[in-house]
């Protein structure tokens, strides 16, 4: 019983770290790609349709961009 617990403990934490962290990486990943000059990066709607704080970053972070975008345009 004890083995069972420990192992639904482990499965249950590596789902919860994978929610948390595969935005995070994801938005990371779009930054590296920006800061290389690839300005035809766009942030996956997903991201953007989160409703918690990971989501919040993406579409402050897609703000950033856009306004970026329109600075370099100008």
Request: no cysteine.
């Amino acid at each position: 019983m004890f083995f069972l617990v420990i192992a639904v403990t482990i499965v249950f934490a590596l789902k919860f770290s994978g929610r948390i962290v595969y935005p995070i990486d994801k938005l990371a990943t779009i930054a590296e790609q920006i800061s290389g000059g690839d300005m035809a990066a766009t942030i996956q709607p997903d991201l953007l349709d989160n409703k918690d704080e990971t989501g919040r970053l993406a579409n402050a972070f897609n703000l950033m961009f856009s306004s970026l975008k329109a600075k370099l345009e100008e």
